[in-house]
């Protein structure tokens, strides 16, 4: 974790820990440190958080002030301002967002030319400048030079890069999704202003709910942090499906035609066979993270997919998808990656691809989902003094060691602890909630009994 920016960008309460002036100069750093053999070209999208537009404002000062051209794509996703730096040949992309946290909080996120989440490098660059130690070239730089004259970046009006980013998703459908009933719930967020044009464009009789941002009610009682709304209006309406975003619509949940959950477990259950039967899931292997359920592990087990854990983060599940290939992968929370058509998880393309096996299979999304059998887990966190030595300890670790024997191939234990609090976080996935307290219980007791507990 960085100072400033952890795995999504720099993240904090707005004109708290996150303020106009923190964007100034990022958006500073990044068109001087672009723009230093040729003038930089910078693309910015944003959400509908009403202190997303001081910070877009702020952003694109600083950079056109170091002599960057700033394209805003005004409210948009974060998959869009991939889109279209990857396609149109920018030197980065920006999106000003907190995803689905509250309306109070925001965030700056940071895209390489490629599209894929910045590199450590250059975002160690950017903390170094914020924090007054930049060193580059074998000197300090405690201020960057501003541009004058001709040399003053412009900031450009480009609502045209979102249009292509809709036709894009539209192209990448395989069939007409005409006659199926389709609720999506936009979270008041940034899918607003794409995804049901995208869905009608294909033909959907297409509800929509929390389609009214007011800058201040992005992800409130929406979106797929609160899918209950949802299920309730496809349940209630006789919808066919229901798709839930977050608050930039880099995620997606669905809802199947009874209004039950399906989430990014099941989501990559769904994909993964699709692709197998078809014969191109790439290293037969689904990318997941070790906090994917049991369940799904299971599932795939049976029919013969291969799957890579990765640690808790779609930027490290994209890692290990450039790194051996494979075509899709993901969270449980709903961020999929579809490494073929997309650089980051991206929720409307998510939706497409879930209508596309419903469609190519003929089949209801609760008979697609049916085979991943969810297990009750039960989560415990433990604050102690020094995580890395209560984990180590040989007496916790036998605890550990007897859960995991007593489970066997019924269930799962994961220690693992958070990368930002004094916390170690103990899981276990068995096939009762009651057996998962217990074993979990368990494990806790021997880490308060040696002493590592607060």
């Given at each position: 974790?960085?100072?400033y920016?952890?795995?999504?960008?720099?993240?904090?309460?707005a004109?708290?820990?996150?303020?106009?002036?923190?964007?100034?100069?990022?958006?500073r750093?990044?068109?001087?440190?672009?723009?230093?053999?040729?003038?930089?070209?910078?693309?910015?999208?944003k959400?509908?958080?009403?202190?997303?537009?001081?910070?877009?404002?702020?952003?694109?000062a600083?950079m056109?002030?170091?002599?960057?051209?700033?394209?805003?794509?005004?409210?948009?996703?974060?998959?869009?301002?991939?889109?279209?730096?990857?396609?149109?040949?920018?030197?980065?992309?920006?999106?000003?967002?907190?995803?689905?946290?509250?309306?109070?909080?925001?965030?700056?996120?940071l895209?390489?030319?490629?599209?894929?989440?910045?590199?450590?490098?250059?975002?160690n660059?950017?903390?170094?400048?914020?924090?007054?130690?930049?060193?580059?070239?074998?000197?300090?730089?405690?201020e960057?030079?501003?541009?004058?004259?001709?040399?003053?970046?412009?900031?450009?009006?480009?609502?045209a890069?979102?249009?292509?980013?809709?036709g894009?998703?539209?192209?990448?459908?395989?069939?007409?999704?005409?006659?199926?009933?389709?609720?999506?719930?936009?979270?008041?967020?940034?899918?607003?202003?794409?995804?049901?044009?995208?869905?009608?464009?294909?033909?959907?009789?297409?509800?929509?709910?929390?389609?009214?941002?007011?800058?201040?009610?992005?992800n409130?009682?929406?979106?797929?942090?609160?899918?209950?709304?949802?299920?309730?209006?496809?349940?209630?309406?006789?919808?066919?499906?229901?798709?839930?975003?977050?608050?930039?619509?880099?995620?997606?949940?669905?809802?199947?035609?009874?209004?039950?959950?399906?989430?990014?477990?099941?989501?990559?259950?769904?994909?993964?066979?699709?692709?197998?039967?078809?014969?191109?899931?790439?290293?037969?292997?689904?990318?997941?993270?070790?906090?994917?359920?049991?369940g799904?592990?299971?599932?795939?087990?049976?029919?013969?997919?291969?799957y890579?854990?990765?640690?808790?983060?779609?930027?490290?599940?994209?890692?290990?998808?450039?790194?051996?290939?494979?075509?899709?992968g993901?969270?449980?929370?709903?961020?999929?990656?579809?490494?073929?058509?997309?650089?980051?998880?991206?929720?409307i393309?998510?939706?497409?691809?879930?209508?596309?096996?419903?469609?190519?299979?003929?089949?209801?999304?609760?008979?697609?989902?049916?085979?991943?059998?969810?297990?009750?887990?039960?989560?415990?966190?433990?604050?102690?003094?020094?995580?890395?030595?209560?984990?180590?300890?040989?007496?916790?670790?036998?605890?550990?060691?007897?859960?995991a024997?007593?489970?066997?191939?019924?269930?799962?234990?994961?220690?693992?602890?958070?990368?930002?609090?004094?916390?170690?976080?103990?899981?276990v996935?068995?096939?009762?909630?009651?057996?998962?307290?217990?074993?979990?219980?368990?494990?806790?007791d021997?880490?308060?009994?040696?002493?590592?507990?607060?």
């Amino acid at each position: 974790m960085g100072r400033y920016f952890g795995t999504d960008g720099f993240r904090g309460k707005a004109n708290d820990n996150l303020t106009a002036m923190h964007a100034f100069e990022v958006g500073r750093f990044l068109g001087w440190y672009y723009g230093r053999a040729e003038k930089a070209r910078i693309v910015v999208g944003k959400d509908t958080r009403r202190s997303s537009y001081m910070l877009e404002y702020a952003l694109s000062a600083g950079m056109a002030a170091s002599g960057a051209d700033v394209y805003l794509l005004h409210v948009t996703t974060t998959p869009s301002v991939s889109y279209v730096t990857r396609t149109e040949g920018f030197d980065c992309g920006v999106m000003i967002s907190a995803s689905h946290n509250p309306y109070y909080d925001n965030g700056i996120k940071l895209l390489n030319r490629e599209g894929e989440k910045m590199d450590d490098a250059t975002i160690n660059l950017v903390e170094d400048y914020l924090d007054g130690k930049l060193e580059m070239d074998g000197r300090p730089w405690k201020e960057l030079p501003l541009a004058t004259e001709e040399h003053v970046g412009a900031v450009i009006d480009y609502s045209a890069g979102r249009n292509r980013y809709i036709g894009y998703l539209v192209s990448l459908a395989m069939y007409s999704f005409k006659g199926m009933k389709v609720a999506l719930d936009c979270a008041n967020g940034s899918a607003w202003s794409i995804a049901p044009s995208v869905f009608k464009a294909l033909g959907a009789d297409v509800h929509v709910i929390n389609d009214a941002p007011d800058g201040l009610n992005i992800n409130t009682n929406a979106g797929s942090t609160h899918i209950e709304g949802l299920q309730k209006y496809v349940k209630e309406n006789g919808m066919d499906v229901g798709f839930a975003f977050d608050g930039d619509a880099d995620r997606c949940l669905a809802v199947d035609e009874n209004g039950e959950l399906v989430d990014g477990d099941k989501i990559l259950y769904i994909y993964g066979r699709y692709l197998k039967e078809r014969g191109e899931l790439a290293n037969n292997t689904v990318v997941t993270t070790i906090m994917s359920n049991f369940g799904l592990y299971k599932a795939f087990d049976e029919i013969g997919i291969d799957y890579a854990k990765t640690a808790v983060g779609d930027k490290y599940v994209y890692e290990r998808m450039v790194e051996c290939g494979d075509r899709i992968g993901g969270e449980q929370s709903g961020h999929i990656i579809f490494s073929k058509y997309a650089r980051t998880g991206d929720g409307i393309l998510t939706s497409l691809k879930v209508m596309e096996v419903m469609l190519a299979k003929k089949q209801s999304l609760k008979r697609l989902a049916e085979p991943v059998t969810v297990y009750p887990q039960v989560l415990i966190n433990v604050r102690v003094t020094d995580k890395k030595t209560a984990q180590a300890d040989p007496n916790v670790q036998a605890a550990v060691k007897a859960v995991a024997d007593k489970l066997g191939d019924t269930g799962r234990i994961l220690v693992r602890e958070s990368g930002t609090e004094p916390v170690v976080r103990v899981m276990v996935e068995a096939e009762s909630e009651a057996l998962c307290r217990e074993l979990a219980q368990s494990v806790v007791d021997v880490i308060k009994d040696k002493g590592h507990a607060v």
